[in-house]
């Protein structure tokens, strides 16, 4: 029996296959063996599986079958991913097993179809919100040329998790105007309406994100990945902290969970699943505020069937 039982989950933050050659990194000799010693090191600690340990009958698997089962095996309800290899891709793979796997439309915010493509994905596609990495974006999230994007998403009530903080593995970016999840905070003040997610805790800008949470109501804060960038912190910090100051700033209906799972042999990692739970019991959350967090907040955000004790709530 899964520890976790007592509540659905919902996992905010998945990735599929992207185009290969992507990637947050500048290419070198010298930055690919570095990279490569510390994936290896991080594999390692978190026990992750060795490539070679795939076997030719799981790679057999079509891929979404191979994400049904996991959802399954893990007793996770529903999975959004946030990335393919295109929009049309997204909406591909999703639909094979459509009332478990809901997708985010991801393409460049700066690009001159940027605003009919994302209507696309919505409205014929069906996608349920929008993927940006702020680092990427070469210009002020603020400027008038986005504006556009940023008013439709707002008009309908659609979400956009923006990744800020630290991007891609060691050798990945680390400076850049839009870092910060205050880079952010105009567009969040301009458009009240429009729900922001930054996942990572930040990512490095901790205190950035608690900062931003403070004064728009409309941020939400994801809890994905391993959260590893605490160790390089000037500071003791650590999940227990983040997951503790987070709700004491904004309670438990802005805090989303999310593992950053994002393929195989790895699969959906159960690992952070776990840590994220055990806190917060360890931290004494009531069941109703983690049924929050790990399933109807984002049930709330996605129009997804909410789960048995929130419904019962508004009855």
């Known amino acids: ?6 509540f659905k989950v919902v996992d905010i933050h998945g990735h599929l296959p992207a185009k290969k050659g992507s990637s947050f990194i ?15 090191r991080m594999r390692l600690t978190w026990d992750f599986p060795h490539p070679s340990e795939e076997t030719d009958e799981q790679k057999a698997i079509p891929l979404m079958d191979r994400w049904l089962a996991e959802l399954d095996t893990y007793g996770v309800e529903v999975m959004n991913f946030l990335t393919a290899e295109d929009n049309d891709d997204m909406a591909a793979k999703i639909s094979e097993h ?3 796997f809901i997708g985010f439309a991801h393409h460049s915010i700066e690009s001159s179809d940027a605003l009919p493509e994302l209507k696309r994905a919505i409205e014929q596609l069906g996608l349920k919100g929008y993927k940006m990495f702020g680092p990427l974006v070469n210009r002020p999230l603020h400027d008038e040329a986005l504006m556009p994007v ?23 970016i680390v400076e850049h105007q839009n ?18 997610i930054i ?17 728009c109501p409309n941020v939400y804060v994801d809890t994905s990945g391993s959260n590893q960038w605490v160790r390089w912190m000037p500071y003791p910090l650590d999940l227990e902290t983040l997951f503790r100051k987070t709700f004491e700033l904004i309670g438990p209906e802005r805090i989303i969970f999310g593992t950053d799972s994002n ?14 739970v055990r806190v917060c019991r360890e931290i ?32």
């Open 150 to 172: 940023w008013q439709y998403l707002s008009d309908n009530q659609l979400p956009v998790l923006i990744h800020f903080g630290l991007l891609g593995r060691a050798g990945g």
């Open 98 to 100: 459509s009332d478990r």
């Open 1 to 6: 029996m899964l520890f976790h039982n007592a």
């Open 26 to 40: 500048k290419r070198s000799k010298t930055g690919d063996a570095y990279n490569a010693e510390r994936s290896e």
């Open 284 to 315: 004494n959350m009531r069941e109703d505020d983690m049924e929050n967090i790990f399933g109807n907040n984002a049930r709330r955000l996605l129009n997804l069937e909410m789960g048995v004790k929130q419904l019962n709530a508004r009855q």
């Open 199 to 215: 996942p990572h805790f930040g990512a490095g800008y901790f205190k950035d994100l608690l900062h931003l949470c403070w004064s």
């Open 263 to 276: 393929g195989f042999p790895r699969g959906f990692s159960y690992r952070y699943l776990q840590d994220q």
């Open 179 to 196: 870092m910060s999840p205050l880079a952010i905070f105009q567009v969040a003040r301009e458009f009240p309406d429009l729900p922001i």
